[in-house]
């Protein structure tokens, strides 16, 4: 932030309130885009965002902007809008909660890695060539393949300053390649696609489409499974897309101390499965969620929540660990860039086993592997339940994978399906740059199939 | 502003240049755990310049309104870099247009006092029900005022008010959760979620009886959907493939979205209609100047047309309908739909249900998500049907099928149509879009219903 603006904020925001925070966020990201197998168009974004916390009366107030600078003409100007944003934090203040924190003071930060020149540096040219590469490489094993293609990369600013005398800033760069495939025969569609995101830039780029050219192997041919409780296996991706989000739920500090979470209470009690451990981590190396400190600028730190199947931490932020009476796990982050702070996770990693892909597959009969699902976020996954269509699923028989399912459901409940006896895979990867974790083998889920 | 606009889209070498300023305020509130959890205000101003040159698009968005003619150049320099072959789009008209809506029909300018008292009002009906224990309610108005220009001399200044409703009830007895929710919406127009206490009680009710509900056992049912879930179904199934964008360049999808290919029986049709007065997905203009269209997507079981945007239309050969929408500054317009809805039927809710010997009654939903053919969508409510009657409550069930199979095992339509406004749609990471969605009553055979 032009620093006269900043400092200007906090100081009339000091006149009212007896606490204050200014958080800023600026971006710069440029994405090339292919569709249908085709360059379709280069975007640019430039951003810049502000949001503004007080504390006045002991409650909390909030506002934020986006471009706060700028207005049309009809609007209140330069000047006017860092008013209006100081006269709209007061006006919430009045109905806001009563603030159990006080924003942290200056500390020292672990250092972490999330910036990498090479990335900001990309050029566009190279961009396109690494789309156009990754679909040539795709079409090869299947030439009707229709593919999206999407690389983007950018740049983002983040400066905290607060009335307890915190500043922090630091800028981060991302490289995020996603791909995205569907086959189409008749009126049967086949989905297929993986993506890359990183902070930096990755070994082999060419990874999404090796992925995606294995996911098109494997499915190869048609089969149909049993109606009924299976085995099923969820691959990396599967377990990101069936299970994490109603974990990520059941661990949030806040939904624990609503009770809405079934594990209030359950500190310290044996709830899954031993071979199962989970972690949020916001200090690993050049993830697309890591930091030096979350957007409160509390200093980031690994939280430990599953450790051998006992329920040993949730996550917070600074006024739900307030309320609760504990410190703030650093996990304070803002919805969608400068919304509201709330407790989220960083980065999810589920620790490897020592089972391999291979060994979970021979040893199933009949059985479900699950790749991706749709509508996995649709039942009641404060009770822990998941389930949904299976996008991408394959049919195990007698220890071989012959096949791509299609109509089928699943349908199961995490306090349920984590507590059998699990076998976890012995070698974990990154979904989405947001989770790392391994394979999971579950004796029995319930499928349904037409 | 309109002198500026013409300047800063003049002397590009480029097939067409058009621009979006736009400034907003939004006030969100929200309550949790029995209280007022969070309330905050947003205010936000920006722009974005797209170019096309060749068949290739150049997009930037920006805050800081300044150098407008520069930014201009480095949207027309990405589209050159995006070129391929030529690409004329439809023609369209130059025009010169405006829209207010009138001041006091919108929630924006209400004071907090007076929303928060609607509030707390349905939080108390909420919290003082049997088995709750706790109460989420997401409000959000926004005020919006948004400039278009373009290259072939158009120039259209629009308001786009909005408000959503979004109530939750959640109910807990031992280990078990269960919850049900209330979704609602207008165009800005507060009066639509004032005096809902009794649908409130109901809901809170609902999420309580669910925690002694047996659960369904998945597989194939005759299902009858309410209007909110069929409306759903209508939007998330269906629709979602009517979006030009989606077939177009996509040589199998198009063999099956042929213009003249039968999909249901004759008591099916499916529109979609921008231009109904009143409803949260209407507009003048779309976000490429194009006016506004009723579009007959399904008719008497035939596919008859799709959505479009300038471009999908010309390569498709079609007539634009006025499609191209973004849910703000920061993204280039996409095909979206607007109102969509299955027109009424004849047949009564009771000779409906008199048809069934077993089957479900869904109701109301926690979302969809489709895969184009596929689609999974959740009944927030369901029963079973004996013998033509309805008989008792079961836990949220989700449904899932192929829409093509789908549409085609819808056996009865209702006559009591209904428009649904709450939620919002999401397409292409632009969420959410102002839509509204709605149907009759309607019959479908043997469709999938997942279970334990």
């Known amino acids: 932030?032009?620093?006269?603006?900043?400092?200007?904020?906090?100081?009339?925001?000091?006149?009212?309130?007896?606490?204050?925070?200014?958080?800023?966020?600026?971006?710069?990201?440029?994405?090339?885009?292919?569709?249908?197998?085709?360059?379709?168009?280069?975007?640019?974004?430039?951003?810049?965002?502000?949001?503004?916390?007080?504390?006045?009366?002991?409650?909390?107030?909030?506002?934020?902007?986006?471009?706060?600078?700028?207005?049309?003409?009809?609007?209140?100007?330069?000047?006017?809008?860092?008013?209006?944003?100081?006269?709209?934090?007061?006006?919430?203040?009045?109905?806001?909660?009563?603030?159990?924190?006080?924003?942290?003071?200056?500390?020292?930060?672990?250092?972490?890695?999330?910036f990498d020149h090479r990335v900001a540096r990309m050029p566009v040219e190279s961009m396109i060539e690494l789309g156009n590469e990754l679909i040539a490489r795709v079409r090869e094993h299947s030439p009707d393949i229709v593919c999206d293609v999407e690389v983007t990369r950018g740049t983002s600013s983040v400066q905290?300053?607060?009335?307890?005398?915190?500043?922090?800033?630091?800028?981060?760069?991302?490289?995020?390649?996603?791909?995205?495939?569907?086959?189409?025969?008749?009126?049967?569609?086949?989905?297929?696609?993986?993506?890359?995101?990183?902070?930096?830039?990755?070994?082999?780029?060419?990874?999404?489409?090796?992925?995606?050219?294995?996911?098109?192997?494997?499915a190869e041919g048609k089969a149909t499974v049993s109606t009924g409780p299976l085995p099923v296996l969820f691959t990396p991706r599967g377990v990101a897309s069936a299970l994490l989000g109603p974990m990520a739920l059941a661990f949030n500090g806040k939904m624990v101390l609503e009770g809405s979470s079934p594990l209030k209470g359950r500190l310290g009690e044996q709830v899954f499965d031993s071979a199962f451990s989970l972690c949020d981590d916001a200090t690993l190396d050049y993830c697309l969620r890591s930091s030096p400190c979350d957007d409160e600028g509390v200093r980031s730190r690994q939280v430990p929540l599953v450790r051998n199947g006992v329920v040993c931490g949730f996550f917070y932020d600074l006024q739900t660990a307030g309320l609760v009476g504990v410190q703030s796990t650093g996990s304070g982050r803002r919805a969608g860039g400068t919304g509201q702070i709330r407790p989220a996770t960083s980065s999810l990693v589920i620790p490897e086993g020592g089972v391999p892909f291979h060994s979970m597959v021979e040893d199933m009969n009949e059985g479900l592997v699950v790749e991706r699902l749709i509508g996995a976020d649709q039942g009641n996954l404060l009770g822990g339940d998941f389930g949904g269509n299976v996008l991408l699923g394959y049919k195990v028989q007698n220890g071989e994978i012959i096949g791509r399912v299609k109509d089928t459901m699943i349908a199961g409940n995490i306090y349920q399906v984590l507590r059998q006896s699990l076998a976890v895979g012995s070698e974990a990867r990154w979904v989405d740059g947001v989770t790392r974790c391994p394979c999971l083998w579950c004796p029995s889920l319930s499928v349904s199939a037409k | 502003m309109r002198e500026r606009l013409a300047n800063a889209l003049r002397g590009h070498d480029a097939d067409y240049v058009e621009a979006h300023l736009e400034e907003s305020e939004t006030t969100q509130i929200r309550y949790q755990n029995g209280t007022l959890e969070e309330v905050h205000r947003t205010r936000s101003c920006g722009g974005n310049v797209r170019a096309l040159v060749n068949g290739g698009w150049g997009f930037v968005s920006f805050e800081h309104l300044d150098d407008l003619w520069d930014k201009a150049a480095l949207a027309v320099e990405e589209a050159r870099l995006a070129s391929g072959e030529a690409m004329p789009l439809v023609p369209g008209e130059a025009v010169v247009g405006s829209s207010a809506e009138p001041e006091r029909r919108n929630a924006a300018s209400l004071p907090l006092e007076r929303k928060k008292r609607v509030l707390d009002e349905y939080n108390d009906i909420i919290l003082g029900t049997g088995r709750i224990q706790n109460a989420r309610i997401d409000y959000r108005d926004a005020k919006r005022r948004a400039i278009f220009a373009n290259s072939e001399g158009s120039y259209i200044e629009q308001d786009r008010p909005d408000l959503t409703l979004r109530l939750t009830a959640i109910a807990r007895e031992n280990n078990e959760v269960q919850q049900a929710g209330l979704s609602l919406g207008s165009n800005g127009d507060f009066s639509a979620i004032e005096g809902l206490h009794e649908r409130v009680r109901e809901t809170a009710g609902l999420a309580a009886a669910l925690l002694s509900a047996p659960e369904v056992r998945g597989g194939e049912y005759t299902v009858i959907l309410d209007p909110v879930l069929a409306g759903v179904f209508a939007h998330e199934a269906f629709g979602h493939l009517s979006e030009a964008d989606f077939v177009y360049q996509n040589q199998g999808l198009l063999d099956i979205m042929t213009l003249g290919r039968t999909f249901g029986g004759r008591h099916l049709n499916i529109v979609d209609d921008a231009t109904v007065p009143g409803l949260r997905g209407s507009y003048q203009y779309d976000d490429e100047g194009m006016p506004a269209c009723r579009t007959c997507l399904i008719r008497e079981g035939v596919l008859v047309g799709r959505l479009h945007s300038r471009e999908t239309a010309v390569k498709m050969g079609e007539k634009p309908t006025g499609n191209a929408r973004a849910i703000s500054y920061r993204f280039p317009p996409i095909v979206r739909m607007s109102n969509t809805f299955i027109e009424n039927g004849d047949m009564s809710f009771e000779e409906m249900l008199s048809g069934v010997r077993k089957g479900l009654y869904v109701k109301d939903w926690y979302g969809g998500q489709t895969s184009l053919e596929m689609f999974t969508f959740s009944a927030g409510e369901a029963y079973m049907i004996r013998d033509g009657r309805l008989a008792e409550l079961l836990r949220p069930v989700v449904l899932t099928g192929n829409v093509f199979v789908t549409l085609n095992n819808i056996d009865a339509v209702g006559d009591d149509l209904e428009m649904n406004q709450g939620g919002g749609c999401g397409k292409g990471g632009q969420s959410p879009l102002p839509v509204s969605n709605g149907s009759p009553h309607i019959r479908i055979r043997h469709c999938l219903i997942g279970g334990r």
């Open chain 1, 1 to 114: 932030m032009e620093q006269p603006l900043a400092e200007q904020l906090m100081d009339s925001a000091r006149k009212v309130a007896e606490q204050a925070e200014v958080f800023w966020l600026s971006s710069h990201e440029t994405a090339v885009q292919f569709e249908a197998n085709r360059l379709k168009g280069v975007h640019t974004r430039e951003s810049a965002n502000v949001a503004l916390r007080v504390v006045r009366e002991a409650r909390i107030g909030f506002s934020a902007a986006s471009g706060p600078y700028s207005s049309l003409p009809s609007g209140p100007g330069a000047e006017g809008g860092l008013r209006r944003l100081i006269d709209m934090a007061v006006e919430t203040s009045r109905f806001g909660k009563p603030a159990r924190f006080q924003f942290p003071p200056l500390t020292d930060y672990p250092g972490v890695a999330v």
């Open chain 1, 160 to 218: 905290i300053v607060n009335s307890q005398g915190a500043e922090v800033d630091y800028d981060r760069s991302f490289l995020v390649i996603g791909l995205e495939g569907v086959l189409i025969r008749d009126t049967d569609m086949l989905f297929v696609g993986d993506s890359l995101d990183s902070c930096r830039l990755p070994d082999n780029m060419g990874l999404v489409a090796d992925r995606v050219v294995e996911q098109l192997e494997l």
